[in-house]
């Protein structure tokens, strides 16, 4: 990308200010340009160069969205405090005075979340950022997508669009996470205009990580959030999308209690193929996980419709395949280590709804892993409570047996859902199980006095 001689000297005081402390990639460099030229035209270099030092300065990454703010707010998403015009960082001060910082800022980040003025963006998410809608105050999350064919990313809005479209959205199948629209990105004086011309910011809702405590307390609901994926991915690869990056880190779960709702996020990488009649062949493009075809040779091309599904499957192995004996022919047709040993996901899929298909609704409601850790026997009693006040809420359908999962859910949504709820926690690791009796004790009361 390049600069006109006045732009390019904010470009080289800000490369002085704010060294890069991570691989700088070319998405990066541009960022970094972009953000450079944004700045220039609002005359705020001087002020962000003030932000540079200090205790959760601003970084390299993060300059791109200080540039943005005035625009994403013209826009109608107002980004944290430390993305303002005149925000400054804390003094470092001493090194014991550091430490403490840091000590304090992780132990917030633990009880109550980042927060939303201090903790700098990760450099591995410089697209992304969290914002909050001025008109709903709902919080949201924001990404830069590009969409040019010479890009590696140029697909990206391209799928998004489609798969966000109806009849897509609306199906049962999709697990693309919803858009709730386009914003277009502002003009940059002085950059040559496919620079920015190509770009537009995503506004998606807020989901939370994939964390296997948050479900697999029961064992039909971390099931489940298996069989959805599966589904999902075949629902992508029906339609010739390949994803090509489904780590850990793109799969994510709807906010709330179960039944958790599962999306894949980041297709940044994705691409769609339209002649699915012949054998579909691409070079690796990138991406946090290798297949076993693409770690013998980079440069060969591979199927990324098996690479999908071997991806997928070492997933699993993190949530807890190990726990499902009974899954193994899935495990072993999906990740096996020669692509032309591995199924389908359509085919996959099958066979899970085979193999679970003559399971009792007892089976699917025993205690997955985390829930064996329970040594409170009490907390069952809150399955009686929610079973009076809540069953008319609950509808979920896994394996096409709709009732499979109720008992479960009631007793996960209790013991996640109603124990965090009163004792504020969501880990059931650092749960006072003497509040617990005491919570108990008071829905025992609540059912003796409720009238039969």
Same mark, same amino acid.
């Given at each position: 990308?390049?600069?006109?001689?006045?732009?390019?000297?904010?470009?080289?005081?800000?490369?002085?200010?704010?060294?890069?402390?991570?691989? *700088?990639? +070319?998405? $990066?460099? #541009?960022?970094?340009?972009?953000? %450079? /030229?944004?700045?220039? =035209?609002?005359? &705020?270099?001087?002020?962000?160069?003030?932000?540079?030092?200090?205790?959760?300065?601003?970084?390299?990454?993060?300059?791109?969205?200080?540039?943005?703010?005035?625009?994403?707010?013209?826009?109608?998403? *107002?980004? +944290?405090? $430390?993305? #303002?015009?005149?925000?400054?960082? %804390? /003094?470092?001060?001493? =090194?014991?005075? &550091?430490?403490?910082?840091?000590?304090?800022?992780?132990?917030?980040?633990?009880?109550?979340?980042?927060?939303?003025?201090?903790?700098?963006?990760?450099?591995?998410?410089?697209?992304?950022?969290?914002? *909050?809608?001025?008109?709903?105050?709902?919080?949201?999350?924001?990404?830069?997508?590009?969409?040019?064919?010479?890009?590696?990313?140029?697909?990206?809005?391209?799928?998004?669009?489609?798969?966000?479209?109806?009849?897509?959205?609306?199906?049962?199948?999709?697990?693309?996470?919803?858009?709730?629209?386009?914003?277009?990105?502002?003009?940059?004086?002085?950059?040559?205009?496919?620079?920015?011309?190509?770009?537009?910011?995503?506004?998606?809702?807020?989901?939370?990580?994939?964390?296997?405590?948050?479900?697999?307390?029961?064992?039909?609901?971390?099931?489940?959030?298996?069989?959805?994926?599966?589904?999902?991915?075949?629902?992508?690869?029906?339609?010739?999308?390949?994803?090509?990056?489904?780590?850990?880190?793109?799969?994510?779960?709807?906010?709330?209690?179960?039944?958790?709702?599962?999306?894949?996020?980041?297709?940044?990488?994705?691409?769609?193929?339209?002649?699915?009649?012949?054998?579909?062949?691409?070079?690796?493009?990138?991406?946090?996980?290798?297949?076993?075809?693409?770690?013998?040779?980079?440069?060969?091309?591979?199927?990324?419709?098996?690479?999908?599904?071997?991806?997928?499957?070492?997933?699993?192995?993190?949530?807890?395949?190990?726990?499902?004996?009974?899954?193994?022919?899935?495990?072993?047709?999906?990740?096996?280590?020669?692509?032309?040993?591995?199924?389908?996901?359509?085919?996959?899929?099958?066979?899970?709804?085979?193999?679970?298909?003559?399971?009792?609704?007892?089976?699917?409601?025993?205690?997955?892993?985390?829930?064996?850790?329970?040594?409170?026997?009490?907390?069952?009693?809150?399955?009686?409570?929610?079973?009076?006040?809540?069953?008319?809420?609950?509808?979920?359908?896994?394996?096409?047996?709709?009732?499979?999962?109720?008992?479960?859910?009631?007793?996960?949504?209790?013991?996640?859902?109603?124990?965090?709820?009163?004792?504020?926690?969501?880990?059931?690791?650092?749960?006072?199980?003497?509040?617990?009796?005491?919570?108990?004790?008071?829905?025992?009361?609540?059912?003796?006095?409720?009238?039969?």
């Amino acid at each position: 990308m390049s600069l006109s001689d006045s732009p390019q000297s904010a470009l080289n005081r800000l490369e002085d200010e704010f060294p890069a402390r991570a691989v *700088t990639t +070319d998405d $990066r460099r #541009r960022h970094f340009c972009l953000a %450079a /030229a944004l700045l220039h =035209a609002q005359n &705020r270099v001087d002020d962000v160069i003030t932000a540079a030092n200090g205790l959760s300065a601003l970084q390299h990454h993060e300059l791109i969205w200080t540039a943005l703010y005035h625009h994403l707010k013209r826009c109608g998403y *107002t980004l +944290d405090g $430390r993305y #303002r015009p005149g925000w400054r960082p %804390a /003094a470092a001060g001493t =090194a014991h005075k &550091r430490l403490l910082h840091l000590v304090r800022e992780k132990a917030s980040a633990m009880l109550f979340g980042p927060a939303r003025d201090g903790t700098p963006l990760r450099p591995e998410e410089f697209r992304t950022m969290r914002a *909050t809608s001025r008109s709903t105050g709902a919080r949201v999350y924001l990404k830069i997508i590009a969409s040019s064919p010479t890009d590696p990313h140029g697909q990206e809005r391209d799928i998004l669009e489609l798969l966000n479209s109806e009849p897509h959205r609306s199906h049962p199948d999709n697990p693309c996470v919803p858009v709730h629209e386009f914003l277009s990105f502002p003009e940059v004086p002085d950059a040559d205009k496919p620079s920015s011309h190509s770009l537009s910011i995503a506004v998606m809702p807020v989901l939370q990580p994939l964390r296997h405590r948050r479900f697999s307390i029961i064992k039909a609901l971390y099931l489940d959030v298996i069989e959805q994926s599966v589904r999902g991915l075949a629902y992508l690869h029906s339609m010739g999308i390949a994803h090509m990056d489904l780590c850990h880190s793109n799969l994510a779960m709807s906010d709330g209690n179960a039944p958790f709702r599962v999306y894949f996020l980041d297709f940044g990488l994705a691409r769609q193929f339209l002649d699915l009649r012949r054998p579909v062949r691409v070079v690796w493009p990138g991406g946090r996980i290798q297949p076993p075809e693409v770690r013998q040779n980079r440069l060969k091309p591979y199927d990324p419709f098996k690479a999908d599904l071997y991806v997928l499957a070492r997933e699993f192995l993190e949530l807890n395949f190990v726990y499902n004996p009974e899954l193994s022919a899935v495990a072993r047709v999906m990740s096996s280590q020669k692509p032309e040993e591995r199924s389908t996901a359509a085919e996959a899929l099958e066979i899970m709804h085979y193999t679970l298909a003559s399971r009792s609704w007892w089976y699917f409601a025993r205690l997955g892993p985390l829930g064996r850790r329970l040594r409170h026997p009490v907390q069952y009693l809150h399955a009686l409570w929610c079973l009076s006040v809540n069953c008319c809420d609950i509808r979920i359908t896994l394996f096409n047996t709709p009732s499979c999962c109720v008992p479960a859910l009631i007793l996960h949504n209790v013991i996640v859902g109603a124990n965090a709820d009163i004792l504020g926690s969501g880990s059931l690791g650092c749960v006072d199980h003497n509040a617990f009796l005491l919570v108990d004790l008071f829905i025992v009361s609540k059912l003796l006095s409720t009238p039969a």
